[in-house]
């Protein structure tokens, strides 16, 4: 019986018949057992029949099959339950049509602030260029948690398998990394534009926006690349499966593979720190040297022209970081998974719905070519 067994382990499909079969010949051993003890009473006489000896090499398979048993316990897991909004059901309608026109409000705006940007020629400079970058990514950032929310909050099955989850988080990472390193490159473009406007078309040349939005993008990957090892090394996803959001987050999915909390939580705030927080002094520095430039102009037409152009992006900084900085803080303070996931629908929502109109309707540029656009479309 144990040669099947040893046949058996040769194929990972039947490793965990093994440990069945091995319970079988303990159970033989004892009826066995128990068999001989009758007879001898009964009989009034000894009668000896020879137990079963468990061999070195049948020990050595139970402790693979538990071994086995163990990883599969520990490691294996096949789907993932998000946490719903709202279980009242009631509201899925509600919540049904307001992401859906959310999220179509978002691909308006950002597809015709793309479409604005390519079709004028007046807007084809820098500061446009990593604009249009901007909604591109946004347009990413959106489609990466919000349809899938809404065909959850329709089939009433918040549920995702394992090779979904990760790929939702590596969208997720990507684009919201590159989300923040674009608005650190656009502060640094109004830097130039302001504090060096004769050397600005030397210093911001196509070749040199090209690089930036290809580190971006090399950043970007980085970041993934060191959530993906952070998970991979310390995954112990145990029976506990329930995400504490309505996606797949970074930081959900560390949670999880975690079991030590405190290693967790210096994971995640190291590599929020080198990631997050490092575009920040960049942008603090580039508009400290802006406010300064400005203070020493003398031209209050100018002083207006300078706010009103760097007025859009600082409104998009402060709503981004805002948001990520409100929800980060309320994740820590708040014991509630339900209040958390819907702190979140904040900046992975309403922040990329938000952003193409705070530029369209604070950008002098932008509205001259939506006008345009406009009186084409009238014309024909």
Known sequence: MTKGIKAGWRNPQKQCSCIRKLSLLYSLQDSRMSLSHHQ???????????????????????????????????????????????????????????????????????LLIILTVSSDAHLHTPMYFFLSNLSMVDVGFISTTVPRLIADIQTHCPVISYMGCLIQMSLFVIFACMDDMLLAVMAYDRFVAICHPLYYQVIMNPSRCGVLLLGSFIVSLLELLLHYLAVLKISNFGKDNVISNFFCGSSEVLKLACSDSVICNIVRYCISTIFGLLPIPGIIFSYFKIVSSIMRSSSSSGKHKTFSTCGSHLSVVCLFYGTALGVSFSSSLSHSLRSNAVASVMYTVVTPMLNPFIYSLRNKDIKTALRKILSRMSNH
């Open 40 to 110: 001898s009473r009964s009989r009034g006489g000894l009668s000896y029949l020879p137990p079963f000896i468990m061999t070195t090499q049948t020990q050595n398979l139970l402790t693979r099959c538990s071994r086995n048993k163990n990883m599969q316990n520990t490691t294996s897991v096949s789907e993932f339950h998000f946490i719903q909004l709202s279980e009242d059901p009631d509201l899925q309608p509600v919540l049904f049509g307001l992401f859906l026109s959310m999220y179509i409000l978002a691909l308006f705006g950002n």
